[in-house]
């Protein structure tokens, strides 16, 4: 059976789910919504049309998941509880904070209408989140430790662009290498948000935008760069293109634990990500997670699910036997 693919929005994140159906012989894109006039969207899939966000519910049995690429600021709060309505649907809001409140609002949609959502998929939430959930089980005595960058935070930069006077953005996350560095050796320090990462704005402003208060805006806004050191650069459109094209991330989660009857025994569990493309890597977790929404759905199952709620068997599309011989 193959599971057919809508994608709603197409910028990197949209691009990216293109690529990764490629990958995934059990998949197909049926379709791409966008707010744009669809005739101005070009994608790289052969046959596949674009149709504008008003047509989609239209096509909601020709579509087994729906995969939202909107940002999390202001999109995904209002586009997931809706789109569950109808499809089956992943999505990638990452703002930390407010995942209890998302999760609440989609899961009531998604039991009404009888499908599945899955929220905050990617690899921070996400990849990083079953890790650290893993580590706490191992070890129930220890310290957590997240550090992301350095790289390019697409919902940082996305919330920097939608400021009143920005013409583009882009926001480096920067871990204090002081910090990772203690937390290696085990010596378990206390480090305050600030400690661990600074942050780094560049920011093309529209012609005659009054910049300090763009700056203040940056610097103050809560639940993205209020706790941290940051620092705003502005500079123009072809240095923005010429120098920070790239969309590179990545990070580390570690937990520092002990065991034994005495605590006398130290162990470090380390998971890394070195990522050449944020939203590439991003969108192969998301596609993982759109075959586990299809199959849940399949065995009558609803609701709102989150990384934590899934088997892991779910995501590949080998048989279990399949697994236990070539992976356990």
């Not at 520092?256 to 493309?277: A, F, P, Q, R, V």
Request: net charge negative; charged share 25%.
């Amino acid at each position: 059976m193959t599971i057919r693919i809508g994608i709603l929005g197409y910028g990197n994140l949209g691009r990216g789910i293109e690529c990764a159906i490629k990958q995934n012989d059990d998949m197909e894109l049926k379709a791409v919504f966008t707010r744009r006039d669809p005739e101005t969207v070009k994608v790289m899939t052969e046959g596949v049309k674009v149709y504008s966000v008003d047509d989609a519910v239209k096509m909601k049995d020709e579509i087994d998941v729906m995969i939202l690429c909107g940002g999390s600021a202001t999109d995904l709060p209002v586009q997931t509880p809706e789109y569950v309505k109808y499809f089956n649907v992943v999505d990638s809001f990452d703002t930390h904070a407010k995942i209890p409140e998302h999760f609440d609002n989609v899961n009531k949609a998604a039991n009404e209408s009888g499908k599945v959502g899955i929220i905050s998929v990617g690899w921070d939430p996400g990849m990083f989140s079953l890790n650290r959930l893993y580590a706490n089980a191992i070890l129930p005595e220890g310290k957590d430790y997240t550090f992301w960058g350095k790289g390019v935070s697409q919902g940082h930069s996305d919330a920097i662009r939608r400021i009143d006077g920005v013409k583009d953005a882009k926001q480096y996350t920067i871990p204090v290498d002081s910090a990772l560095e203690a937390v290696r050796k085990g010596q378990n320090p206390e480090l305050t948000t600030r400690q661990k990462h600074t942050r780094e704005c560049f920011v093309v402003a529209e012609e005659g935008a009054d910049k300090a208060k763009i700056e203040n805006e940056i610097k103050t806004m809560p639940n993205y760069f209020a706790d941290y050191d940051t620092t705003v650069h502005f500079i123009t459109e072809e240095e923005l293109k010429a120098n920070h094209s790239g969309i590179p991330h990545g990070g580390f989660v570690i937990r520092c634990g002990k065991t034994g009857m005495n605590k006398e025994n130290n162990h470090i569990i380390e998971y890394s990500l070195k990522l050449d493309s944020n939203p590439e890597f991003t969108s192969s977790v998301l596609i993982a997670y759109a075959r586990a929404a299809y199959r849940l759905n399949k065995e009558g199952q609803k609701g709102c699910k989150t990384v934590f709620d899934i088997a892991p068997a779910y995501l590949c599309s080998q048989s279990g036997e399949e697994l236990r011989k070539h992976m356990l």
